[in-house]
């Protein structure tokens, strides 16, 4: 039996009306994966931010224990540092001496290079007298003049009188003195060139007198050192580096004293380790010339 127009009519719409609904189920359907999809994707990224969170956290924890271990140290190298400047200010002259008139009086550094001249052909010895005796010490024109004739200009101005032999080198065996200031970095104002020669053919042997400079031989100052053990000439055996200008030809006992003082620390972080356990001054350093 034939349809209808109005039943046909009606089959259309109900048609219609199925695929509408399933086109509608479908969109509902990909509008949950959708959302489903979403909160499983800010799950991960609560729990990646949560996870980075917490590895900035222990980053910034490790970060500051770092921090305080580093900042104890360096109040531990202040309180260290502050006991001993205490124990420099509180030592006694060495060898029952006294201290001598004009002792820690800073010298004031040089504008510019003073005329210095020597006789090549003299006899110079310096006669310096110290805290715990007197050494005699012959001078080298002929090998380090220019050396020399700044030491003997030094000396006869007064320059190294009062001053304090200030660093004990115990490891290498030297005694170091003459700055202006009785540290190692105060700066004469000009600079004296260096002779290596007698260095290279000689060595340092006990009893040498040479220039102390902070790098380069030609640019020493007012600065020199006593050797008073061997181990110094073995320190430098390959690197001679140090203007030999003299030899202590009385008075090596002098040195032997004075190196055996000791010094008031050990530890090399801390400035002044190689301080002297007890003051050594040069009370006067006096030139004699035989011509």
Not at 157 to 168: A, H, I
Request: with cysteine.
């Amino acid at each position: 039996m034939a349809q209808s127009k109005q039943q046909k009519t009606q089959t259309k719409q109900e048609k219609k009306a199925a695929k509408e609904a399933a086109r509608a189920a479908a969109a509902e359907a990909e509008r949950r994966r959708n959302r489903i999809t979403a909160a499983v994707i800010a799950g991960i990224l609560l729990a990646g931010g949560a996870l980075a969170g917490w590895t900035v956290w222990q980053d910034r924890q490790e970060q500051a224990a770092l921090e305080a271990e580093r900042e104890a140290e360096q109040e531990r190298l202040a309180e260290e540092a502050a006991e001993l400047e205490a124990e420099i200010e509180e030592r006694p002259v060495a060898c029952g001496a006294s201290e001598p008139e004009g002792a820690g009086q800073e010298r004031e550094p040089f504008d510019e290079a003073p005329d210095l001249e020597v006789d090549g052909d003299a006899a110079y010895t310096a006669e310096i007298a110290t805290s715990c005796g007197d050494l005699t010490v012959e001078l080298y024109p002929d090998v380090a003049p220019e050396t020399v004739a700044s030491f003997v200009f030094l000396a006869e101005e007064g320059f190294f009188d009062g001053r304090e032999v200030f660093r004990n080198a115990e490891t290498i065996g030297a005694l170091q003195t003459g700055s202006g200031t009785d540290a190692a970095d105060w700066d004469l104002g000009y600079e004296v060139p260096g002779d290596l020669s007698l260095a290279e053919q000689e060595g340092y042997p006990v009893g040498s007198v040479a220039m102390a400079h902070a790098g380069d031989p030609d640019a020493a100052g007012s600065q020199f050192f006593f050797v008073y053990d061997e181990s110094f000439d073995e320190a430098f055996a390959e690197n001679r580096v140090y203007t030999r200008f003299g030899d202590v030809v009385e008075g090596l006992d002098v040195l032997t004293e004075i190196g055996e003082l000791g010094t008031l620390g050990d530890d090399p972080a801390l400035p002044g380790a190689e301080v002297p356990a007890e003051v050594v001054y040069l009370e006067s350093v006096t030139i004699e010339v035989d011509r």
